[in-house]
């Protein structure tokens, strides 16, 4: 059944992320443009450089998405090995804990709450008093995991794995702002606060305009999960977003909305 049928859904997630949005939403007869206003950097930091030295110590390594592993396996030479024997291994999600396993790394906990929330609830039940616990992420993402870690007694060490930037090339972006002011795009998808503040921060002077469009409800707007809508109800712009926080459930809550 083609429930988006004709209509244009935009993408605003990195390009490397963007694939199993693309295939659902052609799947069923939509449009898919892709305009990230986000870009993954994977970065040879210094704070990741010591997370890699101190792996033999750790106790827990914390994954909240598959681009930190990619970058602990690109700069972290033997890193599996590394590890200290019997380290345990938490994902925030399973589509991170999918990633893990190609690289034949067990993930032990994994929440039903895709979030630094939803981690931090799983881990009640854990003793983490003088553990030491690694996560490597992108320095953008808020402070809610590695403050709630060091209240429950464990000694954080946080390392920038990835850099969250603004896109180098935002000519589709322009293109997507341009479609949602003249109401040509029928429904826009976010997966994080930072693809809805750069989106606004990408529009410069047409960011008035912008707002006024997603306001008038002629563009359906999808947020992955309550964090994501944040942004977007600081602007008063009504969204949707699924109970359960994956692009699978949030574009078939798209679908439920556009087909009434």
Known sequence: MERFKGKIIAITRPQERAQTAVDMIKSHGGIPLVAPTLEL??????????????????????????????????????????????????????????????????????PDDYTAEGLLEVFKDISLKDKKVGVPRTFSARQVLPNGLKEMGAHVFLAEAYKSTLPRDKSVVHELID??????????????????????????????VLLKALKDGSTVVAAIGPITQGPLKENRIESIAPSKYTVKAMLERLMEEMNG
């Not at 950097?41 to 998405?65: G, V």
């Not at 890193?79 to 380290?87: A, G, V």
Request: one cysteine or more; hydrophobic letters at 35%; charged letters at 25%.
């Open 41 to 110: 950097q994977p970065s040879k930091t210094e704070s990741l450089m010591d997370l890699c030295q101190r792996a033999s110590e750790l106790d827990w390594i914390i994954f909240t998405s598959p681009a930190s592993l990619h970058s602990l396996l690109k700069y972290c030479y033997n890193f599996k090995k590394r590890l200290k024997p019997h380290c345990r291994v938490a994902a925030i999600g399973p589509k991170t804990a999918k990633a893990l396993s190609k690289y034949g790394i067990s993930t032990e906990l994994l």
């Open 179 to 208: 479609g949602i002011i003249q109401g040509e795009v029928d429904a826009v998808t976010f997966t994080s606060p930072l693809t809805v503040t750069n989106l606004f921060e990408i529009a410069g002077e047409k960011k008035e």
